[in-house]
């Protein structure tokens, strides 16, 4: 029993070490599904205070390019107007036709917190259940996709970001229409992969990739990225590198889409499986 | 005794506000991401028990991890920082030993012997964290590349901290 007193006595420093480590890797192991960590949940009210307060000085460093981000996507949106303006005249419908509902609406968010450097990337907008954000919303920057809305509270939404090892997304190649599975591969922000490509196809460096509209979430022909290269793999399929349009670096002023059929598409498609 | 725990208590938030609002916001080019939050466990007394210090470290590591949102990974490099300080200490000790009841200070010990004493403990907490972050093998020289260039920057930045409060 001396001995044993003694023993630890002489490494109680190491003993501790250890149990602490123990505790830190515990917390690392526990930390990677974001619904399993509750106690970082309730912290975050507290942090994300001080991250909005930092976050407002942050966006006046870089007006210069919101505005440019805004300009052009006012004259993307013009264009819009004036070719849909040319259909309406062509066309005539009643306006309460049904068929002619909105399907997706749009709502705009501000980036408070992000992080780019590791293997699986959330980041936080400002709004949450208050404003109309709910589960599983799309987030897009300008046109082009960036993420998935993961968990909400009153006044803020966590977003699984497009550079999250967990994340899926269904996307196609817009030139010929074929569609595959977009993932990130955690090491660059900038390039994302595209796979279940056939391998008859040619692939032109430098094509559009764009949404599918199948899961409900994104509406159809949101942009990805554009193809910077690609190779074959072993199996039939080519491994298409995509060089992802939302620059996640600069992420500030986000827009949220909810799908208002969302609940119709996926009850009808329950029947079926 | 009272007073000293005031003072550390007042440097303790005062880097971590540091970290949170200034260094976390610093991000060159993906690989560059100074933490100088690590110079609160270096600025500790020299006869601070280990166990005191171990349990301080942990404490420093967990709410760096809840500000940036990545539970665990700082806990544990602080931890492995605060566990090696001791013998660093012991490696780095004057020929005529510590003066009782001092700090490992610039102004005591000198730039040159200071300047050994940050590298070796933030570079072993960096390479620690990078590691951790990643957690594979498979681009080590990447990995290595950030560690060293953080470490830099680290450094740079708790000896010019240090400057600063030597001279006030």
Known sequence: ?273 | MINNTLRFGFIFILLILFQVLLFNNIQFSGYVNPYVYIMFILLLPVELPAWLLLILSFLTGLVIDFFSGSLGMHTASSVLAGFVRPYVLQILSPRDGYEPGSEPSMIIYGFRWFLIYTLIIVLIHHTALFYLEVFRFTEFFRTLLRVLLSSLFSVTFILLIEHFRKGR
């Not at chain 1, 980036?111 to 907008?125: E, G």
Request: net charge neutral; aromatic share 12%; charged share 20%.
């Open chain 1, 1 to 273: 029993m001396r001995n044993l007193i003694n023993f630890l006595l002489k490494y109680n420093s190491l003993i501790i070490f250890l149990i602490l480590e123990g505790v830190a890797f515990y917390l690392i192991g526990s930390d990677n599904s974001y619904h399993n960590s509750r106690i970082i949940k309730g912290v975050r009210g507290l942090t994300t205070g001080i991250e909005r307060r930092a976050s407002s000085v942050r966006t006046y460093f870089i007006l210069r390019e919101i505005n440019q981000t805004l300009a052009s996507e006012n004259i993307y949106l013009r264009n819009r107007i004036e070719q849909l303006e040319k259909k309406e005249n062509q066309l005539f419908f009643y306006v309460s036709d049904s068929i002619n509902q909105q399907q997706y609406h749009y709502l705009s968010a501000e980036v408070i917190d992000n992080s780019v450097n590791r293997q699986k990337n959330y980041f936080t907008l400002n709004k949450g259940v208050k404003h109309g954000l709910t589960v599983d919303m799309a987030v897009t920057s300008g046109d082009a996709v960036a993420g998935v809305i993961v968990g909400c509270s009153e006044n803020f939404s966590v977003v699984m970001s497009l550079l999250n090892l967990d994340f899926r997304l269904s996307a196609r190649i817009k030139s010929n229409g074929y569609f595959g599975s977009l993932t990130w591969d955690g090491r660059d922000y900038s390039h994302a992969t595209l796979s279940e490509i056939p391998q008859h196809l040619t692939i032109n460096p430098g094509d559009t990739i764009e949404t599918t509209g199948y899961s409900a979430i994104f509406p159809e022909g949101m942009m990805v990225g554009t193809i910077s290269g690609f190779e074959k793999t072993g199996s039939d399929f080519y491994k298409i590198t995509v060089f992802l349009s939302a620059d996640f670096k600069k992420l500030h002023f986000v827009n949220v889409i909810g799908n208002l059929k969302k609940t119709e598409q996926l009850e009808l498609e329950k029947q079926f499986q």
